[in-house]
Each structure stands twice: as C-alpha cells, then as structure tokens.
C-alpha cells in the first residue's frame, strides 16, 4: 500500500518521498472511511515532519491523529501518539505540557502490557521501550524526583510482572478469592479487547462509546479490585504509588540507592539518575555517564564471571565514581545499602566496585543487599526466629549432571541448624518439597535449575523449572501456590542463574519467590560453584562452600542476613571477585523473623 511504500522510504532515511506517498495515502483512506488507517497515516506524517524539524507541522498532524486513534480503539497508536507529541513538546521547550502526555502515554503503554498474550509479550516489550526513560528524565529536570522515583519504580515492577508471565504464571495469586477474581477481571479485559478489534475493522460511533464505556468500568473495577485485594497490586496497577507509601517499607537503618540509566533513546542525554531514600528522604543526582557505558559493564561483568581474567581496578574504580561516589555522603555511617539494579545494570555486584580513594571495596564500607521493587504492601509479619531450621534438597538423582558439592552443604547445615531435615539423592523429591517447604522458614536448594527461554538441553530440563529426584520438574509458575509466608529466606544453592534468567536477571527470579511468600533469595550471579559442585573432595573449604557455610553460621548468631554474608565475604576478600562476589541477597536484608515488624 502507499502507507507501507511511505514506511520503507522513511526508514531508508528518504523523507520527503515518504511524505509524498503519505500524502497520497491519506485521502484514500478518508475517502474509504478507514479512521484507523486515517490515524496511521496522519501520525506517520507528524513523524516525517518531526524528522525534518518541522515541530509545529508535527504536532498539527499529530493532534489529528490523536482523537481518531481513540475513536476507534487504537490504544497502541495513540500511546504512540501521545509519547511523540511529548517529545516536540519537550523539544519546544514546554516541560509541562510534554510531561502530562508522555505520562498518558506510560499509563497506556502500562496498560497494553498488562494485556499482551505470552506469546507476544516479548516483542512487544522490545518495542515500546523509552517513554519511562524520557519522562522520568524530565521530571527530574523540572525538579520533580518525587514523581520520577515513583515511575522509575512502577516501570520496574511492570518489568518484573512482564518476567513472571514469560515464565509462564499468566498472574496468579495464593488467595483464591482474590485469584478468582483476577481471572474474571481477565476475561472482561479480554472481551473488552474483542471489542477493540471489531471497531478497528467495522468503525461505528455506537461501538466506539461502548468500547471507551467498558474500559472506564474495568479501569474503575482494577482500582476496586486493588484497594480489596492489595496482593493484586502489582497485577493491576498502571498509576505511580505515592512515595511516603514507598517509604514506609524501609527498614530504619537502611539507604536504598536506584541508579535508573537514561540513556540511549530520543536524542535523551547520555546519564544515570541516582535515587537515594531513606523512610523520610529522597534526593536524586543525573550524573553523565559515557556512551559506552553498556560496553563497559557488559566487559566488567565478564571479567568477575571468570577467575581466569583478571579485574580491570581502574574500570571498577570508574563505575565506582559513576555510580556511587556522587551519593556516597548520603549513605550515614553504620547504614546497610539496599540497592535496586535495572538494566544493563543487574549483572554487576556493586560490592565489588571499588573505591581508589580509601582502597576499598564497596563491601567492605557497608552491609549489602537487593530489592527487586520498593512494594506499598506491606511485608507480612514474621514470628521471631529462636531457633532456626532448615529444609534442605541436595544432589538429586537420577541426574545427568552431579552436584556432589551440594551433599557437603547439608552435612553442615544439619550439624549447624538442629531439627533440620536434609534430603539427598532419590529422596529429595518434589512431593517433599511441596508438602514440607510450607514450614521451614528457611529452605535450601542444592538442585538443578533451568532459567534459559530456550531451556536447557543437556540437563534435559525445561526452561524455568527446577529438577528433583527421578527427574521430576518443578515449574516456577506454580510458586505462588506454596504458601511459603513464613519463609525468611530460600537459597538457590547449585543454579545458572543471573546469566540465565530471561529480560530482567536474578531479579525477576527473586520476584517469583517474593509472590510466593519468601522474605529474601540467595542466589549467585554466576556459576561460582562449578568447581565444588564438581569435586569429588567435598572440601568445605573451598571459597564458596565456606563463605556459605559462614553466612549460616553468622545467621544463626543472631547477624542480620545483610552483615551475615558481608562478613562471609570479607574473610576472602583478597581473592578474585569470582570467589567471592556471586551470590546476592535479594530482599529483606534484616535479621531473621525482623521482616514486617
């Protein structure tokens, strides 16, 4: 068609004769009555002209077709629209009038991705990516950090969602009540969706005022649905929660740092946005950061993944004046630093950059650990924990691949933690763990585990799933069904993981068991355990068998889990990261049965 020759020759950097072929394109599709088409084509226009920078043409074109997008239900354009016409906005100088679009424009997007089918959930995310990006930079610029933590913060909730549903779950909840709920809520959404389609194809006004009726009512509903049923935020939410709701979550004696990367998209600067909070505090400092910027963590992480390259200090010490040294004098002496990585950078332990000042790693200036998202629902109450036990799985069999390191692991933890129980080889099997994991409150897992989309061939194991005795899988879709509330702490023990996990790294992992019930995961962030899960020796002296085995040891003496493992680290700080930087504590980093108090 004319429009698509337009699309070609636009992408081929060739304006005008888009412009000439949208131009012939449009009153075809006025003479036809094809609104949708109308919309496509006037928009593509306001492009070409916004391309060309002609502002104001754009913006013409662009406010025509706004209302036609809506008309016939077209939420995907008009979130389109909507993000560009903040764009020349922003580049005419009015912040104000850019913000309020760019932020209906995220609300929609927000709200598409709440609908989007598993099966293109993925490509969907890849292209519409930078509206978040762009407005919490302008937020921040028009000195609003307030309102940009809190999209930075929904932003990354919704990709962890986006995680959740990719691994399969579709959004489920451990209520039933609230879980029926939901799924009604679903199959409205999906009728409404049916709706959209027909009005798309067969434009009536009649149809058009029902559709835009039963959105309004399902939005009205998700807000009911939200306020009954709070485990439901997540699932439902497309409007920022209210910082001091954020805030109170945060335990007293701790920093939490977002450093959010705005880079990359829509002629947006090269920077990071460092958010700092306390529970009565927020400030926030853009930082310019190199255009490489991805290159360099991507190369700094490779080189911690392997004992065999040696650490560039002088690159660790640049990420450390990028991403620390600009908000150190905010972290108060005795804190424990919570940090929220996003992006490219979830891969990097931060307690490995290092400080050329003092000669320090960031480790060894404070207690450090995770959080997949700063949660208004608050953490459910924990009985104090006196005298710890631990369910333990090691080494199932049969197993294509044995984890004979594993074994070690639970002879230490039932010695140390008394009333343990410890299941090895056929016994550790998936009805145990279903039936047992429910009242430990802690539980370790010395299994395989499968995290690749593609899944994992050579452990003949499925993606996202994690293997038992006779070769049974768990599926982690199914998590949430355990009722793990009174579950301080789950240690992936043997797992590929963060270079694993699909789209949003160990995170999205944690954020699995986070849904579950699970206070806090520990898992590594590379297969630091290779050699152990290998060795024939069971050498409990092995670097990371016994910053392990020290973390229990300082867990059970009363340490919080955050000083626990910092001081299991720093016993081997002078050896290469890889030792000793994998495994992260991801959420509650307090002391056991503190959580929720």
């Known amino acids: 068609t004319l429009n698509n020759i337009g699309r070609v020759y636009s992408a081929l950097g060739e304006k005008q004769k888009a412009l000439d072929y949208y131009q012939q394109a449009l009153p075809l599709s006025r003479a036809v009555g094809d609104r949708a088409g109308e919309a496509n084509t006037l928009h593509n226009i306001g492009a070409v002209y916004s391309a060309l920078g002609e502002k104001q043409k754009a913006l013409d074109y662009y406010q025509q077709a706004l209302p036609l997008s809506r008309a016939v239900g077209d939420r995907s354009q008009e979130a389109t629209t909507l993000n560009n016409i903040g764009f020349v906005y922003r580049d005419q100088g009015k912040p104000e009038v850019a913000i309020d679009s760019l932020e209906k424009s995220a609300n929609l997007i927000l709200e598409l991705r709440r609908g989007v089918s598993r099966s293109l959930r993925a490509t969907f995310l890849e292209s519409e990516q930078g509206t978040s990006i762009a407005l919490v930079g302008l937020l921040i610029r028009q000195n609003s950090p307030q309102k ?3 999209w930075a913060n929904l932003s990354t909730t919704f990709d962890l969602v986006d995680y959740e549903r990719l691994a399969g779950s579709e959004g489920q909840v451990k209520n039933p009540v609230a879980n029926q709920a939901y799924q009604e809520w679903k199959a409205q959404a999906r009728q409404l969706e049916a709706l959209r389609q027909e009005l798309q ?38 409007t920022p929660t209210d910082l001091a709701q954020l805030q109170a979550n ?58 065999l390259e040696i650490v ?40 490995t950059l290092y400080d050329n000042q003092t000669q320090q790693y960031l480790l060894q200036k404070y207690p450090i650990h995770y959080l997949t998202r700063l949660s208004k629902v608050q953490p459910q109450p924990t009985p104090k924990v006196n005298n710890p036990s631990v369910l333990v799985f090691a080494n ?23 009333n343990s129980q410890i299941y090895k080889h056929q016994q550790a099997t998936l009805d145990t763990f279903l039936s047992q994991s429910p009242r430990f409150p802690i539980l370790h897992l010395g299994t395989h585990g499968c995290f690749r989309p593609e899944g994992c ?58 849904r579950a019930g699970a206070k806090t995961t520990l898992a590594s962030l590379w297969n630091a355990t290779d050699f152990v899960q290998h060795s024939q020796q069971n050498s409990p002296e092995l670097p990371t068998a016994a910053i392990l085995n020290q973390f229990y040891t300082n867990l059970q003496q009363g340490m919080t889990k955050a000083e626990a493992l910092r001081q299991a680290k720093l016993a081997h700080i002078d050896l290469h990261p890889f030792f000793w930087a994998a495994f992260i504590l991801i959420g509650d980093g307090q002391e056991l049965g503190a959580s929720g108090r």
């Not at 920093?255 to 306390?278: D, K, S």
């Not at 690159?315 to 630093?337: C, F, H, K, M, V």
């Not at 199914?478 to 240690?491: F, H, P, S």
């Open 148 to 150: 940009a933590f809190e």
């Open 312 to 351: 560039d200090r002088a690159l660790s010490s640049q990420l450390y004046d990028l991403l620390i040294r600009p908000i150190e004098g905010q972290i108060a002496p005795n804190q424990t630093l919570a940090i929220i990585a996003t992006g490219a950078l979830q891969r990097i332990p931060f307690e």
């Open 457 to 514: 061939p050579s452990l003949g194991m499925k993606p996202n799933t994690l293997l038992f005795a006779n070769k049974r899988e768990y599926e982690l879709k199914d998590a949430v069904k355990l009722g793990l509330q009174n579950t301080e702490l789950i240690t992936i023990g043997a797992c590929e993981t963060a270079r694993e996990v699909d789209g949003v790294g160990l995170a999205g992992l944690a954020y699995v068991w986070e």
């Open 250 to 307: 945060l335990p007293a004696n701790t920093t939490l740092l977002q450093p959010v990367l705005l880079t990359g998209r829509n002629n947006i600067e090269h920077t990071v946005a460092l958010f700092t909070l306390t529970r009565t505090t927020l400030k926030v400092q853009q930082v310019p950061v190199p255009k490489d910027l991805n290159e360099r963590l991507q190369r700094y992480a490779s080189q911690l993944e392997s004992d």
């Open 201 to 238: 194809t067969n434009f009536s006004d009649t149809l058009s005022q029902q559709v835009l009726q039963q959105r309004a009512a399902l939005s009205e509903q998700a807000e009911i649905l939200v306020e009954k049923y709070p485990e439901l935020a997540d699932l439902l939410e497309i």
């Open 396 to 418: 199932p069999r049969p197993t294509q691949v044995e984890l004979i390191g594993t074994e070690a692991q639970a002879d230490f933890l039932q010695k140390t933690y008394a």
